[in-house]
Structure formats: structure tokens, C-alpha cells
């Protein structure tokens, strides 16, 4: 350790940093803040319904789907168009241009009967010109700032190019790698989640939906969708209350506190019951419990679904089963419009119900302030990604980075370095985008070439570059002149990982290694005997070959967006100090799965020479590498935690009264650098098996080399209590003690107790 690093670790006391005390805090201000906001329009949407046919009602909850940015009358619309003029659709999707949705929205507007605005939708999940990295990277910052300005600039970007309301942020926490809907949500614990949702919901909403730089957020899906058995799309999910309100629930009512206007439901099943027919999600706990005021929208065809799930008999049927569960909104089947007036007839569904649902609807309208403005100024719509956009983009993707491994300080590269190979199928690729990039977006605004950015870093140095082979597919023909390569220069990069198609929805693997040859392509590599450095860019977490022992230095980079070769390029030459930290487990093996740090503990836990006990006779029982794993180009050093008090009652708790948890940091290396701090509570004897971790707070802390801080965390109820599975789930603290671990990953051996009496 440098002089630096010893005085600092003597000092260890330095000015203090206030962090979180969760997303807690003020929920119940900010939902009273929601009801008030809604009632300036409660007058002017009972006296719209008052004028409205059952048949334009209808219209209302019915939701399109546009062709991108195409303009009315170019044929592949019409029915659109028709139903625009008629007033039998509310709202439509995957349409923008300022041209095109103004043009449609005119049909509305002039031509229907009482002139209703439509809403107009589209999926932005990680950018809309300006692609940011996908969900998942952006997690691995454990900065909600990083969603916050993805959000903030998707924003500006669509809102001025006609679109209202965006179907994210997802927030589907999940164990399942395998899934390829990991990608667009944020890991495997629902604190980081629920944080990042609700970060990234204000940023989309900002304090005014009106303010035509701002776009509607839609909680998605709810819920439970992350548990798909064997990761398979779309599959059956069978889930206790407990897990249910403990997992799953949390980022949704996050999202919710901070405003999220509306809420997706999802494809799975519930413990046997459809998402889009359960009135126990839909409309118990979210409509009710949380008195959620906003729109819930079928996910697409989820309604007609309800048949093929053996739920529904026909589209009447699934028809009624929605609406009643609490579906306000249908996204493209017309299966309310069409049933509707019959089941209102038959007394299937009531008339209370369909004016809840249209009031819901209008009620979005009306905030933002669709109304007073339809359309938008055509002459200012945002072209594309401004400066200021990209540089938000590449700092975010810098920051979503995550060094896995870095044996003999390998990283950071000398941008004096004489020459360096760059190998590997996505090493000259734009392939870096990621699974929502707005298919226009990629057209026209494709991702920087990680080749194009490290030449532009180093540009003294000799960069050679070889393909090796493809992203997919054995053929190693191009290894020999990889090999050659990485032969002839002082170091080499070796970019490996998944084309985007290879996550997402609809894109579950059974294997998750990497594709093709690559592995291959690594080995020829590591035969060469000389220094190599692995980036990784993928959607999910991958397992690792014997590729992983051979490579010195290994950065996951994963879908990395726009900005992705000049990200990448930063962090390899140390422009930018990695600190990113893992949102998910890597499995060692697939059989693995699943494999969480905030699982359960058993009556058996792992010992290694009591065969008796929870393992796989062939594997460590340990991932490739934990949640929160991460290193930087400096060290850090943490002091010994303490806490303000070391018991406290539940009654206390519930009143809002906490714990202060403060632990020293110092940076103890040679280089500024970020560290994330973590912290995780364990209770230790409860009536349900807890976790044997829970994450219940973070923070990332920039420190310059030498320098120290106090990092502060507050523990309340929502961090020490959990909910039971009484018939609709309890929240309950229970008194006893607790373990706290702070570290700098989920393995964090630094320990305290607190109890609560
Ligand atoms: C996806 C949703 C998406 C919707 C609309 C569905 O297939 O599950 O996440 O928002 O399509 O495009």
C-alpha cells in the first residue's frame, strides 16, 4: 500500500456522505400528491363521459398499433385511420414523427364526433435516437442517476417527435439468466430494482406531464413475469403471497409512489391464474391497497390470450374476465369493442366499470394536457441525438461497466501502448445496441465502433484488427489470423459476447455460454502467451469456460448502446476508472440455476465435508461471481461499521424512526475511483425463512486517491419488516435480532447485530 493509502487508512474518518434511507420515505405524500393532481380534471372528465355513446366508451379502451413513422393514407393504416375518425380507439402504438402523429391525431381531433385526442405510444425502453445501454447494464452502476438521464433524454427526444407515453420502465425482477427478458429490467434483487424504477419513472415524468418534455411511464409487467419456469418466455409461474409481495411487488410500488402513470400487465400465469384475469394483482392489491388511480393496459394480445391459457372460452369471455380483473386498456385485439355492448347487456360486466376505465384514460389525457394541445410544433421535434445526449449515453455506459476480473493490473492501457490487436466478432461491429433500440434509431444512428474509438484513443498506437470468427456459427478459419495478430502486437482485445437478438423477449437460451467459436477464438488467444483483456457485450449473464482462468483481465461491458466503442475505449484506457458492480449472479454452470445471493436459508446449508447438506456434488456452491462483484483500476479499504443504536422497537419503526448504519471508506490505491458501498440485513429467526441477505441500501462513492469519507445508511421498517402469506400477505416487523453486512459485494463478511424489541 502507498503512504498515501496508509495515512488515509488512518484517517478513515473524512467528511460524510448522507445515503438513501431506501425508497420508503414518502410514499404516502407522493401518492396524496397523485390524488390532487387528478382533481383539477375530475369535473371535466365526468362531463366528457356524460356525453359519451357506450360505442365511443369502448373506443376509449381501445389501443392500436401504428407502422412506425409512416404517415396516414400510405395504406398500411387505414383501419387505424378509420377507427381515428370514428372514435373507436383511444390510444396507439409504435407510432412518432411530429408529421405523422399530428397528422393522425388531426383525424381524431376534427373529425370524430366529441374530438377525443388519441395517445400515442411507443416501446422506449433504453433510448429513443440517443440508445443507452439496456436496462440491465444501467443497473450494474448502482447509480439511479444513470436511469434517471436515459429517462430524462428519451424524454426530450420522443416527446417532441409526437409521442406521449412510454411502455418502461420494466421492472421484472428475476432468478432465471436463461431468460431473455433479463436484459430489459435490472437483476435479481427487488432493492435495486425498486430504486431504479422509481429513478427512472421520475425521470420520464418529471413534475409535469404536460410540460411537452415528458412522457407518460408505464410500470411493467405486472407481475411476477420474471419468474417463468426454466426461464422459458411467457411460461407459467407459480409464486407464494410471500414471494409475491416480498420479490415481485416492491419495484411496482416504487414505481407507483414516484408517479408512474400507468402499469402493463403481464403474459404469465399467477399461481394458475392469468395476469390479465387476476383481480387479486390487478385490482385487490393494486387498485385498491394502493389506490392507483392510473391506466392498466393488457400487454399485447394479452387479453385475447386469456383463451389459449384455458381461462377464457371465447373473446367475450376473456373480454369480461379482464375487464372485471381490473384490465382497463386492450392493446390490439378488439375484443372489449367488439363484446362489450353485448356484455353490458347480459349484465357480464357493469356500467360502473367501463366508466372507471374510460375515466382512467381520459384522466392521462387530460394530464398531459392532450386537451388544451393536441399536437406538436413540427419545426422543433429533435432530429436526432444531440451532443449533450451521446456524452449522457457514453457516461452512462462507462458507468454501467463492470471489471470481473483484472489479474496484474492488465487494465487500464497504456495510450502510450505501441501496438494492440483488437479480435473478435464484435470488435468492428455496431451490433452494440441492444434489444429495444427504436429499429429507426439503429438505422439511423447506429453504435460507434469499438475499433473506430480505441484508434481515436490511442492514436499513436499500431491497432490491428482481426474478425476471428463470427458471432455465431464453428467455423475458425479467421482464428489463424487473430492469432497472428495478437502475435504481432504488445496486448490484444478479444470482443466477445451475444448478437442483441440473443435477448430480449422471445429469446431464452438453454446454453449460456458464448456463442459459435468464440471460446475457441479465446483460447487461441491465451496460447499465444502474451497479455489479453476480454470485453464482454451481451444481454444476460453468461457462463464462463476454462476461457475465464486463461484470460488476465476480463471487463463486462454488456449491451452498451450508442456510445459503445467510445464507453468501452474510456474504461480500457483508464480515462474512465470502472466501478460498476454486478446486478445478477454469473452461474458457474447452467445446472446452477437458479442461483441468487437472496435466497433462502436451508436447514442444510452448505458445508463442504458434510455431504448431507445443499450442493451439487460437481460444482462449488458458490456463482462464478456474486451480486455486487465489481473492481476498479484503485483499492478501497472499508472500516469496521457501526450503528447509532443496537435496539430499537417495531413500534417505533412503524412510526418511522430508523437506524443509522455508518461505515469508513477510504481509497487506498494511487488513482481517484468509485466504490459501491453495500449493505444487507439478514433476520436472523422469523416466522417466514428469510433471505439469507437482503440488499436494503447502496451507494456510490467517488473518492480521489488517498482521500476517506463516512458512508451513512438509514434502516426503517420497510427494511426490516417483510410480508407473510397470510390469504392477502401481511406486513409484519418481528422483534428479534438482525445481522448487518456492509461490504463491497454480496459476499460482505463485515458484520454487526442490531435487534429489534
Ligand atoms: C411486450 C411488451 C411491449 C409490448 C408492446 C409485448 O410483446 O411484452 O413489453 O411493451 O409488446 O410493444
Same mark, same amino acid.
Given at each position: 500500500?502507498?503512504?498515501?493509502?496508509?495515512?488515509?487508512?488512518?484517517?478513515?474518518?473524512?467528511?460524510?456522505?448522507?445515503?438513501?434511507?431506501?425508497?420508503?420515505?414518502?410514499?404516502?405524500?407522493?401518492?396524496?400528491?397523485?390524488?390532487?393532481?387528478?382533481?383539477?380534471?375530475?369535473?371535466?372528465?365526468?362531463?366528457?363521459?356524460?356525453?359519451?355513446?357506450?360505442?365511443?366508451?369502448?373506443?376509449?379502451?381501445?389501443?392500436?398499433?401504428?407502422?412506425?413513422?409512416?404517415?396516414?393514407?400510405?395504406?398500411?393504416?387505414?383501419?387505424?385511420?378509420?377507427?381515428?375518425?370514428?372514435?373507436?380507439?383511444?390510444?396507439?402504438?409504435?407510432?412518432?414523427?411530429?408529421?405523422?402523429?399530428?397528422?393522425?391525431?388531426?383525424?381524431?381531433?376534427?373529425?370524430?364526433?366529441?374530438?377525443?385526442?388519441?395517445?400515442?405510444?411507443?416501446?422506449?425502453?433504453?433510448?429513443?435516437?440517443?440508445?443507452?445501454?439496456?436496462?440491465?447494464?444501467?443497473?450494474?452502476?448502482?447509480?439511479?442517476?444513470?436511469?434517471?438521464?436515459?429517462?430524462?433524454?428519451?424524454?426530450?427526444?420522443?416527446?417532441?417527435?409526437?409521442?406521449?407515453?412510454?411502455?418502461?420502465?420494466?421492472?421484472?425482477?428475476?432468478?432465471?439468466?436463461?431468460?431473455?427478458?433479463?436484459?430489459?429490467?435490472?437483476?435479481?434483487?427487488?432493492?435495486?430494482?425498486?430504486?431504479?424504477?422509481?429513478?427512472?419513472?421520475?425521470?420520464?415524468?418529471?413534475?409535469?406531464?404536460?410540460?411537452?418534455?415528458?412522457?407518460?411511464?408505464?410500470?411493467?409487467?405486472?407481475?411476477?413475469?420474471?419468474?417463468?419456469?426454466?426461464?422459458?418466455?411467457?411460461?407459467?409461474?407459480?409464486?407464494?403471497?410471500?414471494?409475491?409481495?416480498?420479490?415481485?411487488?416492491?419495484?411496482?410500488?416504487?414505481?407507483?409512489?414516484?408517479?408512474?402513470?400507468?402499469?402493463?400487465?403481464?403474459?404469465?400465469?399467477?399461481?394458475?391464474?392469468?395476469?390479465?384475469?387476476?383481480?387479486?394483482?390487478?385490482?385487490?392489491?393494486?387498485?385498491?391497497?394502493?389506490?392507483?388511480?392510473?391506466?392498466?393496459?393488457?400487454?399485447?394480445?394479452?387479453?385475447?390470450?386469456?383463451?389459449?391459457?384455458?381461462?377464457?372460452?371465447?373473446?367475450?369471455?376473456?373480454?369480461?374476465?379482464?375487464?372485471?380483473?381490473?384490465?382497463?386498456?386492450?392493446?390490439?385485439?378488439?375484443?372489449?369493442?367488439?363484446?362489450?355492448?353485448?356484455?353490458?347487456?347480459?349484465?357480464?360486466?357493469?356500467?360502473?366499470?367501463?366508466?372507471?376505465?374510460?375515466?382512467?384514460?381520459?384522466?392521462?389525457?387530460?394530464?398531459?394536457?392532450?386537451?388544451?394541445?393536441?399536437?406538436?410544433?413540427?419545426?422543433?421535434?429533435?432530429?436526432?441525438?444531440?451532443?449533450?445526449?451521446?456524452?449522457?449515453?457514453?457516461?452512462?455506459?462507462?458507468?454501467?461497466?463492470?471489471?470481473?476480473?483484472?489479474?496484474?493490473?492488465?487494465?487500464?492501457?497504456?495510450?502510450?501502448?505501441?501496438?494492440?490487436?483488437?479480435?473478435?466478432?464484435?470488435?468492428?461491429?455496431?451490433?452494440?445496441?441492444?434489444?429495444?433500440?427504436?429499429?429507426?434509431?439503429?438505422?439511423?444512428?447506429?453504435?460507434?465502433?469499438?475499433?473506430?474509438?480505441?484508434?481515436?484513443?490511442?492514436?499513436?498506437?499500431?491497432?490491428?484488427?482481426?474478425?476471428?470468427?463470427?458471432?455465431?456459427?464453428?467455423?475458425?478459419?479467421?482464428?489463424?489470423? !487473430? *492469432? /497472428?495478430?495478437?502475435?504481432?502486437?504488445? =496486448?490484444? #482485445?478479444? $470482443?466477445? @459476447?451475444? +448478437?442483441? &437478438? %440473443?435477448?430480449?423477449?422471445?429469446?431464452?437460451?438453454?446454453?449460456?455460454?458464448?456463442?459459435?467459436?468464440?471460446?475457441?477464438?479465446?483460447? !487461441? *488467444? /491465451?496460447?499465444?502467451?502474451?497479455?489479453? =483483456?476480454? #470485453?464482454? $457485450?451481451? @444481454?444476460? +449473464?453468461? &457462463? %464462463?469456460?476454462?476461457?475465464?482462468?486463461?484470460?488476465?483481465?476480463?471487463?463486462?461491458?454488456?449491451?452498451?448502446?450508442?456510445?459503445?466503442?467510445?464507453?468501452?475505449?474510456?474504461?480500457?484506457?483508464?480515462?474512465?476508472?470502472?466501478?460498476?458492480?454486478? +446486478?445478477?449472479?454469473?452461474?458457474?454452470?447452467?445446472?446452477?440455476?437458479?442461483?441468487?445471493?437472496?435466497?433462502?436459508?436451508?436447514?442444510?446449508?452448505?458445508?463442504?465435508?458434510?455431504?448431507?447438506?445443499?450442493?451439487?456434488?460437481?460444482?462449488?456452491?458458490?456463482?462464478?461471481?456474486?451480486?455486487?462483484?465489481?473492481?476498479?483500476?484503485?483499492?478501497?479499504?472499508?472500516?469496521?461499521?457501526?450503528?447509532?443504536?443496537?435496539?430499537?422497537?417495531?413500534?417505533?419503526?412503524?412510526?418511522?424512526?430508523?437506524?443509522?448504519?455508518?461505515?469508513?471508506?477510504?481509497?487506498?490505491?494511487?488513482?481517484?475511483?468509485?466504490?459501491?458501498?453495500?449493505?444487507?440485513?439478514?433476520?436472523?429467526?422469523?416466522?417466514?425463512?428469510?433471505?439469507?441477505?437482503?440488499?436494503?441500501?447502496?451507494?456510490?462513492?467517488?473518492?480521489?486517491?488517498?482521500?476517506?469519507?463516512?458512508?451513512?445508511?438509514?434502516?426503517?421498517?420497510?427494511?426490516?419488516?417483510?410480508?407473510?402469506?397470510?390469504?392477502?400477505?401481511?406486513?409484519?416487523?418481528?422483534?428479534?435480532?438482525?445481522?448487518?453486512?456492509?461490504?463491497?459485494?454480496?459476499?460482505?463478511?463485515?458484520?454487526?447485530?442490531?435487534?429489534?424489541?
Amino acid at each position: 500500500m502507498s503512504e498515501l493509502g496508509r495515512r488515509c487508512l488512518l484517517s478513515m474518518i473524512g467528511a460524510s456522505l448522507v445515503v438513501g434511507a431506501g425508497q420508503s420515505g414518502n410514499a404516502a405524500a407522493l401518492s396524496a400528491v397523485r390524488k390532487e393532481s387528478r382533481e383539477p380534471y375530475e369535473d371535466k372528465v365526468g362531463a366528457l363521459l356524460a356525453r359519451m355513446t357506450l360505442e365511443e366508451k369502448l373506443g376509449q379502451l381501445q389501443h392500436l398499433a401504428w407502422a412506425f413513422d409512416s404517415n396516414p393514407g400510405s395504406g398500411s393504416t387505414t383501419e387505424v385511420e378509420r377507427a381515428a375518425r370514428a372514435g373507436r380507439v383511444g390510444s396507439v402504438q409504435s407510432i412518432f414523427g411530429a408529421k405523422a402523429t399530428n397528422a393522425l391525431q388531426r383525424l381524431a381531433v376534427e373529425e370524430s364526433r366529441l374530438g377525443i385526442p388519441l395517445l400515442f405510444s411507443l416501446d422506449i425502453i433504453h433510448g429513443f435516437w440517443t440508445t443507452f445501454p439496456i436496462p440491465l447494464a444501467q443497473a450494474s452502476s448502482f447509480d439511479p442517476d444513470v436511469p434517471r438521464s436515459d429517462a430524462q433524454v428519451s424524454a426530450a427526444e420522443a416527446r417532441s417527435n409526437g409521442v406521449h407515453w412510454t411502455f418502461a420502465p420494466m421492472m421484472d425482477v428475476t432468478h432465471e439468466p436463461r431468460w431473455g427478458r433479463i436484459a430489459e429490467g435490472n437483476g435479481e434483487d427487488p432493492y435495486l430494482t425498486a430504486r431504479f424504477a422509481a429513478a427512472k419513472v421520475k425521470g420520464y415524468q418529471g413534475s409535469n406531464l404536460a410540460s411537452k418534455a415528458t412522457l407518460a411511464a408505464c410500470a411493467k409487467h405486472f407481475v411476477a413475469y420474471g419468474g417463468a419456469e426454466g426461464g422459458r418466455d411467457y411460461n407459467t409461474v407459480d409464486v407464494s403471497e410471500s414471494r409475491l409481495r416480498n420479490l415481485y411487488l416492491p419495484p411496482f410500488k416504487a414505481a407507483l409512489d414516484a408517479g408512474a402513470a400507468t402499469v402493463m400487465a403481464s403474459f404469465n400465469t399467477i399461481s394458475g391464474i392469468p395476469a390479465h384475469g387476476n383481480p387479486h394483482t390487478l385490482t385487490d392489491i393494486l387498485k385498491k391497497e394502493w389506490a392507483f388511480g392510473g391506466v392498466v393496459i393488457s400487454d399485447w394480445a394479452g387479453v385475447q390470450e386469456l383463451i389459449v391459457h384455458g381461462f377464457a372460452e371465447d373473446g367475450a369471455d376473456a373480454a369480461r374476465l379482464a375487464l372485471n380483473a381490473g384490465v382497463d386498456m386492450e392493446m390490439v385485439e378488439g375484443n372489449l369493442l367488439t363484446n362489450g355492448a353485448a356484455l353490458l347487456r347480459a349484465g357480464k360486466i357493469t356500467q360502473q366499470r367501463i366508466d372507471d376505465a374510460v375515466a382512467r384514460v381520459l384522466r392521462l389525457k387530460y394530464s398531459l394536457g392532450l386537451f388544451d394541445d393536441p399536437y406538436v410544433e413540427e419545426s422543433t421535434a429533435i432530429p436526432g441525438p444531440t451532443s449533450a445526449a451521446r456524452a449522457a449515453a457514453r457516461t452512462a455506459a462507462s458507468r454501467s461497466m463492470v471489471l470481473l476480473k483484472n489479474d496484474r493490473d492488465v487494465l487500464p492501457l497504456a495510450r502510450s501502448v505501441g501496438s494492440v490487436a483488437l479480435v473478435g466478432p464484435f470488435a468492428d461491429s455496431t451490433d452494440l445496441l441492444g434489444t429495444w433500440a427504436v429499429p429507426a434509431a439503429a438505422e439511423r444512428f447506429p453504435a460507434v465502433r469499438i475499433l473506430d474509438a480505441v484508434r481515436k484513443a490511442a492514436p499513436a498506437a499500431d491497432v490491428r484488427h482481426a474478425r476471428g470468427v463470427d458471432p455465431e456459427g464453428e467455423d475458425t478459419d479467421g482464428i489463424e489470423e !487473430a *492469432v /497472428a495478430a495478437a502475435q504481432s502486437c504488445d =496486448v490484444t #482485445v478479444v $470482443v466477445v @459476447g451475444e +448478437p442483441a &437478438t %440473443m435477448s430480449g423477449e422471445a429469446a431464452a437460451r438453454s446454453d449460456l455460454s458464448l456463442p459459435g467459436a468464440q471460446e475457441k477464438l479465446i483460447a !487461441a *488467444v /491465451a496460447r499465444t502467451g502474451k497479455p489479453f =483483456v476480454v #470485453v464482454l $457485450v451481451n @444481454g444476460r +449473464p453468461l &457462463t %464462463m469456460g476454462d476461457w475465464l482462468d486463461s484470460a488476465p483481465a476480463v471487463l463486462e461491458a454488456w449491451h452498451p448502446g450508442i456510445e459503445g466503442g467510445n464507453a468501452i475505449a474510456d474504461v480500457l484506457f483508464g480515462t474512465v476508472t470502472p466501478g460498476g458492480k454486478l +446486478p445478477v449472479s454469473f452461474p458457474r454452470a447452467v445446472g446452477q440455476i437458479p442461483i441468487h445471493y437472496n435466497h433462502e436459508s436451508t436447514g442444510r446449508p452448505y458445508k463442504a465435508d458434510d455431504k448431507f447438506t445443499s450442493k451439487y456434488l460437481d460444482l462449488p456452491p458458490t456463482p462464478q461471481f456474486p451480486f455486487g462483484h465489481g473492481l476498479t483500476y484503485t483499492t478501497f479499504a472499508l472500516g469496521a461499521p457501526e450503528a447509532d443504536r443496537t435496539d430499537i422497537t417495531a413500534a417505533a419503526l412503524h412510526a418511522g424512526d430508523s437506524i443509522e448504519v455508518t461505515v469508513p471508506l477510504c481509497n487506498t490505491g494511487s488513482r481517484t475511483g468509485d466504490e459501491v458501498v453495500q449493505l444487507y440485513v439478514h433476520d436472523v429467526a422469523a416466522g417466514i425463512a428469510q433471505p439469507v441477505r437482503r440488499l436494503r441500501g447502496f451507494q456510490r462513492v467517488t473518492l480521489a486517491a488517498g482521500a476517506a469519507t463516512t458512508v451513512r445508511f438509514r434502516l426503517g421498517a420497510e427494511d426490516l419488516g417483510f410480508w407473510t402469506n397470510a390469504p392477502k400477505g401481511e406486513f409484519r416487523i418481528e422483534p428479534g435480532r438482525f445481522d448487518l453486512y456492509v461490504g463491497t459485494s454480496s459476499a460482505a463478511d463485515s458484520r454487526l447485530n442490531v435487534s429489534i424489541t
